[in-house]
């Protein structure tokens, strides 16, 4: 295995525990991918994230295939979809965290009562019309939510978060959850004001360059 390889499979051991500690996920139901040569490294099915090793991560190739000691989590699909779909996305990351949870258990979408939904992407965080988890039917409606957006809500499900790294995907499903909760404590408060599409245009230009970068040795 290549040394960059073993890396990658230790962050996502490692994304997947801060997952769960975070408490943007609950026990094995998130799973995480990372874009590795020509397919895919995927967190397995089924097992409890602090009993997982580098070498337990599956390689999932494009066709499908599965390469690894276990079976590749329920949600391959979406995940191969995407990636094989979206060539500005090197990670995604499906959690079920609570407060992004309940607005897509209502069937609804975010709408931009904050800036920082801009690093969503867009004015609008979409909720995918509900499907039967691991189905082609479920990543189908999960591409069309992520159209034009890095993230999307799964109706009576979770939520996704992409990104060009794990580190940025991550970040991303956690500034959703904070949206999430902001958004419904607001509701509770009032009736929310949502910023126009012309001001969150103007933010997504700026957040280009936004959000969490790796340390760089100094010269």
Not at 134 to 155: F, I, M, P, Q, V
């Amino acid at each position: 295995m290549k040394d960059a390889e073993y890396a990658l499979r230790k962050e996502i051991v490692a994304t997947c525990i801060a997952m769960d500690r975070s408490g943007i996920n609950q026990g094995t139901s998130g799973n995480i991918s990372v874009r590795w040569e020509d397919g895919l490294l995927i967190t397995p099915s089924g097992l409890a994230y602090e009993t997982m090793a580098p070498e337990d991560i599956i390689f999932l190739s494009m066709d499908g295939t599965p390469h690894g000691p276990h079976k590749p989590s329920s949600e391959w699909r979406f995940h191969r979809d995407i990636l094989k779909a979206r060539a500005d996305f090197n990670a995604v990351v499906h959690a079920h965290p609570n407060h992004s949870t309940a607005i897509a258990i209502t069937g609804q979408e975010i709408p931009a009562v904050h800036y920082m939904i801009a690093a969503a992407g867009g004015p609008t965080i979409r909720c995918a019309p509900y499907a039967t988890f691991g189905t082609d039917e479920l990543s189908k409606n999960a591409l069309a939510a992520l159209e034009g957006r890095l993230t999307c809500l799964l109706a009576n499900h979770g939520a996704i978060a992409c990104g060009p790294n794990l580190r940025k995907a991550f970040w991303l499903m956690s500034e959703i959850e904070v949206l999430a909760r902001q958004y419904i404590l607001a509701r509770q408060a009032g009736e929310p004001v949502v910023l126009d599409d012309a001001e969150i245009a103007r933010v997504v230009e700026k957040f280009k360059s936004y959000g969490p970068k790796a340390k760089t040795a100094e010269a």
